[in-house]
Every structure is written in structure tokens, then in C-alpha cells.
């Protein structure tokens, strides 16, 4: 396959509950499937997404009430969050596949394999939430200042991805999809993301890798081996000069850990 | 019109570096720096000395509210003021719990059992007030999910009307309060239930409410009558949108007054603890003011595409000097005459018969707060009492056991 040339991105929509739940998705590339779950940035593709469906088909599923997605409603809790997820995969027939979740999405991915363990083959984790220490508490993402979440989240936060990451101010629409994917988000998180995988997490089969920026202001670092040490197999993977969202500020270092390891 | 003397029981002594040092003044500002025990215990005093006083000079009702880790308002539970006042306000004054945020509370019967000892305890002087709440109280103080604060509130005024009104015991299985056995003991001396009062910041939702259910809806704003038209414009339109009558009553506005014996005196007196109150008092960041889920998608859509970015901000960033302040109408302040003659005009403007009158200010001292309950209890009160009375429109949403002043003093 040419790694130069990008497969073409597909969109589909999925209907769930008698159209209760719609959801919208990126579908590209050849290969066994693999599925990408985002955090609360949403869902967009990215050259690391491009870089994973030059081996895998992708499927990039926004989360309910986020971009396009519909259903939130219908959603009350994590637990939910999960059969949905189950739901989703049957919809698209797929009955097992590698999972790829990033913050918020990293700890959906490792919910629905500890839930389904059958269902995930293999599981990489780019510094997810999920788990909670009161000696390194996550930050509150809604209660604090655009500019500070920037510097929370970026290794280098006036660098050329610090202006993607604050809508602006005079674009009320994009104002109003980054309140709607933040609500819809929180509303599975909120007040602290410690929803209980704590005790569900040993259930986990498939081998996992754990990414995470060494210089995370969000998430810190110490949460790698706080998720690697419940995990039957994990490898930890710890990248230099990045924060929160590795596969945007390191996207070589990203790639290159995550293809070897899903093979 | 009816004067309910509105308290918001602030911190009075805040440091002169307050809004330089801390973030908020709302849900993060330090207890152990800040906030006194032994100053809040003669805060509270002179609090219920003034509502007292209000009660005794002959105003309408006296209110009370509810927020929490608040420097200009830490009454965490108003139902506790309103049960000392019920023992000690001879006037018979409506006693107006505004209110009551009822997404905080599970089960949701704990609100109905409450309002109807206070009921009970007053001989059937309460209004009920039910808001939504803030996003600083609801999400950030007392951690609800934002995207469930609104179905949290239908459901537990739901909640609160059945156990009012229905026979008990019954079962009521809801999403938040699944309960096998709702019976309160007692149910509320008013029938069937006392006059319910919403409160808000002006969500469409909020307003289709009180049109269907027949409450009262008070604009609880600190930014004044001029601001408050396109707002009180749209509740209105609303109400005729869905066919109910125009009766004022339906309406509450709360609105900061300074009186004095001239407008120059009252510039001198009351300048610094205004000043005090739209530097201190409001010093929230915008994050605090809406997690993201706190307003439904319906709701977040019309704010985001109506108002324009940075309104709030502007507003806040304007000068807070006395004429600034009393041309964009925060404060309506002056002689008695001068003070009744804006209020009317006000209330003719937002055509509200419900005046949650604002008369201790940030940093007012006790004396200088129970002049400016006197002065307006006899001088501006007489004035404007009679405003909706030849319009023929009744108050169908005033407590039973309060006296009616309307007749006696008009």
C-alpha cells in the first residue's frame, strides 16, 4: 500500500433504538477493523488516524450528543455508555476489534473491554481518564479558563496547535458544538472521572498499550502506571515534549509505537 | 405593586484586594482567608434585624434565598431564616423562600416537607419559590451532572405538587427520587399548596412553565430595569404566545434601591458599598456562570447565536461610578420622589406587580440598611403601592395568611 497517497474517508450514519440514537462515523481504509473512540476535543481525522487506516479499516464513531451524533438522552450513565457501544459494533458487524481510545474515549475503549473482554483484541490507550488518585487530581475542564486549559493541555501551548483548540469567539456555531460535545461528554464524567473501572478494569483480556506525554498538565503521567498495573498485560509508552493529546503533538512518536504494537 | 424586601445576606468586610487576589467570589473563594465565623455571626443578626424591621414598617413580604460558597450570599439554607422569621415578624408579612433549588435536593420530598413546616409555622404566610438554580450552586458546588439540572427540577416539582396535592401515601417511581412511601407530615396549611414562584435568568423553558402550571416568574438580574426589557419583553410574548392574560401579578423583578433624603445624599451615603457590591460581589469568572449541559440545546442555541460575545463582560467592565450606574438603571437610587417616580417607571416598563426590592447592598452597614428600609417603607412604598390597582387585575398568587396592606396603606 502507498504511504503517500491517504485513503478516502467515509461517512455513514447509524441508526440505533427505532432512531433514537443516530450516530455519526468516519469509516476509511482496508484490513481488520479497528475502532477509534475521542475524547472531549471530539472526533476529527487526523494524520494519525490516516496513518492507522493505511493497515486497519478504521471506524471513528462521534460520541453521542457530539458533531453530528445524536441520543444523549437516552444515555443515563456509563453503564449505558457501554450496551451502546455493544450495540454500535453489532450494527456495523463487527464482532471483535482493536480498540483505540484517547482521554475521555481511552476510558470508554477500556469500559467496554472489561465489559465484553471478547469483544477487544487489542487495546491502546492514549492517555485515558477513568482512574482517580486525591494525591494527583485531574484538573476541572469546565472550571477553568480557556488560555489555562490550553497550557494544561499542550506541551507547548503557544505552539501551532494551541489556536485549533480554543473555538472562536465571534463563530457562534462553532461555539455552540464545542458547548454541546463538552455537555455531552461531562455528562458521563462529571464531577470527577472516577465512574468506578476501578473495579471493573481486572476483566481486561486483550494486551494494552498506554501513551502518554511526559509533560501531560491534564492527566499526569503517574496515571500510566496506575492503569498498567491493573491490566494483565500493558505496555507504557512515555513520549517527550508532548501533553495531553500525543497523537496531535507528537504524531511520528504516536504512529510509531502504536503500528508496532497493533501489528 | 408588591415591596418584598429581597435580602441576599453578603459578606460585608471583604478585603480592598478581594478581586485582585481571588478568582470568584462564588465556589472557590477560600473559607479559612475569607470568611469569618464571628463576623457572619453578627452578619446574620443584623440580617434578620433588617428583615424584621422590613416586616414591621408595613412591607408586603420579606425574602430570602438559597446559594451556596457564595461571598455575597451564603445562606445556605433559607428555609432556617425563614423559620426564625416566621416566629418573629408580628406584621404578618408574606415570608417568600425565593426559593428552594430543587435539583439539589434527593429525594425531592425533603423540599415539600420543609415548605410546608415553614407554612405550617406562619400560619400560611409562605410563597414557595422553586428555581432552577445556578450553575455555580448546582454543578459546581453540589456536583449535578449540568445535563441533568433541568430534568432534575421537573422532576422533583413534579414530585413536590403530587405530594402537596395527592393523598397520601403514594408511590412515585422517578428517574432521581424513586420513593415507595411519599406521605409528608404535614401537608401545607394553604390549598392546595402555597402560590409557587419560579425564579430565573430568563430560559424560554422557564417561562413556557409558569405559562402552563399558572406560576409566577421573577427575573432575578442584577443588572437593573433598562437591561431587563428585550428579557421581560420575551416572558410576556410568551405568555400571550400561549394565552394567558397580562396580569402583572404573574411577574417579579429584583432591583438594587438607595434612598435618601435628597439625590445627593444619596450618592454620598450609598456609593461605596454599591461600588463595593458590582466589583466584589459580582467578581465570578464566565466558566463558573454555565458548565456545558447546564442549559438545554435548545436554550444554549438561542443564547449563543441572540447575545452577542461579550455582553456580560462589557457589562461588567463598564464604570461604576454613580451616574453610570443610575442611568443604566443597576441601581435605582435617590430622594423618595425621585426613587418612586423610577420605579414606577419600571415597573410600567417591565410591567412586573412583584418588586423584590434590594435594600442592603454589598458592604451596607446595619444602620445605613434599616434607614433605607425606613425611608422607603414610609416615604417610597405609599407611592407605589396603588400602581395595578385601578387596572382591576387581582393578586392570585399571594399567600392567604399575610395581610393584604394594599387596601390599608394605598
Redesign the interface.
Known amino acids: 500500500m502507498s504511504t503517500t497517497a491517504m485513503p478516502a474517508v467515509g461517512e455513514r450514519m447509524i441508526e440505533l433504538r427505532d432512531g433514537k440514537i443516530r450516530t455519526h462515523l468516519m469509516v476509511a481504509g482496508q484490513g481488520e477493523p479497528l475502532m477509534f473512540l475521542h475524547g472531549a476535543g471530539g472526533l476529527m481525522w487526523d494524520p494519525f488516524l490516516a496513518a492507522l487506516a493505511e493497515r486497519f479499516t478504521v471506524y471513528a464513531p462521534e460520541h453521542p450528543g457530539t458533531g453530528s451524533s445524536e441520543g444523549l438522552d437516552e444515555l443515563r450513565g456509563i453503564w449505558d455508555l457501554v450496551l451502546y457501544y455493544n450495540d454500535l459494533l453489532d450494527a456495523l458487524g463487527l464482532r471483535t476489534v482493536r480498540m483505540v481510545g484517547h482521554s475521555f474515549g481511552g476510558m470508554v475503549a477500556t469500559e467496554v473491554a472489561a465489559n465484553n473482554p471478547e469483544r477487544v483484541s487489542k487495546l491502546v490507550l492514549i492517555a485515558p481518564i477513568g482512574l482517580w488518585r486525591d494525591d494527583f487530581p485531574i484538573p476541572d475542564i469546565a472550571g477553568i479558563s480557556p488560555q489555562k486549559l490550553v497550557e494544561l493541555l499542550l506541551y507547548d501551548p503557544h505552539g501551532p496547535l494551541a489556536p485549533f483548540l480554543v473555538p472562536p469567539v465571534h463563530d457562534p456555531e462553532a461555539l455552540f458544538q464545542a458547548a454541546m460535545r463538552m455537555a455531552s461528554i461531562l455528562h458521563f464524567i462529571w464531577p470527577i472521572p472516577d465512574k468506578g473501572l476501578d473495579r471493573r478494569i481486572h476483566r481486561v483480556q486483550a494486551p494494552a498499550l498506554i501513551v502518554w506525554g511526559k509533560q501531560d498538565g491534564l492527566v499526569p503521567p503517574i496515571y500510566a502506571e496506575e492503569f498498567a498495573s491493573r491490566l494483565r498485560q500493558a505496555d507504557v509508552t512515555l513520549i517527550d515534549e508532548c501533553g495531553h493529546l500525543p497523537q496531535l503533538e507528537q504524531p511520528d512518536a504516536v504512529r510509531e509505537a502504536v503500528i508496532s504494537f497493533l501489528g | 405593586v408588591k415591596a418584598i424586601f429581597f435580602h441576599l445576606m453578603p459578606y460585608r468586610d471583604l478585603p480592598a484586594d478581594f478581586e485582585q487576589k481571588y478568582e470568584s467570589i462564588w ?1 472557590t473563594p477560600p473559607n479559612d482567608e475569607l470568611c469569618d465565623p464571628e463576623r457572619v455571626e453578627q452578619y446574620y443578626k443584623w440580617n434578620l434585624d433588617e428583615l424584621e424591621l422590613a416586616d414591621r414598617l408595613g412591607f408586603d413580604g420579606i425574602g430570602v434565598n438559597e446559594h451556596h460558597q457564595n461571598g455575597y450570599g451564603f445562606m445556605a439554607s433559607p428555609n432556617i431564616m425563614a423559620a426564625a422569621l416566621a416566629r418573629r415578624t408580628p406584621g404578618n408579612s408574606a415570608i417568600c423562600v425565593l426559593g428552594n433549588t430543587l435539583a439539589l435536593y434527593s429525594p425531592a420530598t425533603r423540599v415539600a416537607e420543609e415548605f410546608a413546616m415553614l407554612d405550617v409555622l406562619s400560619d400560611g404566610r409562605l410563597i414557595a419559590g422553586f428555581p432552577v438554580g445556578t450553575s455555580m450552586d448546582v ?2 458546588c453540589y ?5 441533568e439540572t433541568r430534568p432534575r427540577f421537573r422532576e422533583a416539582l413534579d414530585l413536590i405538587m403530587q405530594a402537596w396535592s395527592r393523598p397520601g401515601p403514594f408511590t412515585f417511581n422517578g ?1 432521581y427520587n424513586q420513593l415507595r412511601y411519599v406521605n409528608p407530615w404535614p401537608k401545607p396549611l394553604q390549598k392546595p399548596h402555597p402560590p409557587i414562584w419560579l425564579a430565573g435568568g430568563g430560559s424560554v423553558e422557564t417561562w413556557e412553565l409558569a405559562a402552563t402550571e399558572d406560576f409566577t416568574y421573577s427575573y432575578l438580574s442584577f443588572f437593573g430595569y433598562q437591561h431587563a426589557k428585550k428579557l421581560m419583553g420575551g416572558f410576556w410574548e410568551t405568555m400571550d404566545r400561549m394565552g394567558i392574560d397580562q396580569n402583572p401579578y404573574r411577574a417579579g423583578f429584583a432591583q438594587q434601591i438607595c434612598v435618601s433624603e435628597t439625590d445627593e445624599r444619596a450618592e454620598q451615603e450609598y456609593l461605596e458599598h454599591v461600588a463595593y457590591f458590582f466589583k466584589k460581589c459580582l467578581h465570578i ?1 464566565p ?2 456562570f454555565e ?3 447546564y442549559r438545554t ?1 435548545r436554550s ?2 438561542f443564547a ?2 441572540t447575545i452577542q ?2 455582553d456580560v463582560a462589557a457589562m461588567a467592565a463598564q464604570d461604576k461610578d454613580w451616574k453610570t450606574l443610575n442611568d443604566n438603571g443597576f441601581i435605582i437610587a435617590g430622594s423618595p420622589a425621585t426613587v418612586a417616580d423610577r420605579l414606577i417607571e419600571a415597573a410600567k416598563t417591565l410591567r412586573f406587580g412583584n418588586l423584590h426590592a434590594l435594600l442592603q447592598i454589598g458592604s451596607m452597614p446595619n444602620d445605613l440598611t434599616e434607614k433605607n428600609i425606613t425611608l422607603f417603607a414610609e416615604e417610597v412604598l405609599p407611592r407605589i403601592r396603588g400602581l395595578w390597582a385601578d387596572d382591576g387585575w387581582k393578586h392570585e398568587w399571594w399567600p392567604i395568611g399575610a395581610r393584604d396592606r394594599s387596601a390599608t396603606n394605598a
Open positions: 465556589v454543578n459546581f456536583g449535578v451532572t449540568p445535563t428517574r469568572p466558566w463558573f458548565a456545558p449541559g440545546r444554549t442555541e449563543i447565536k460575545p461579550g
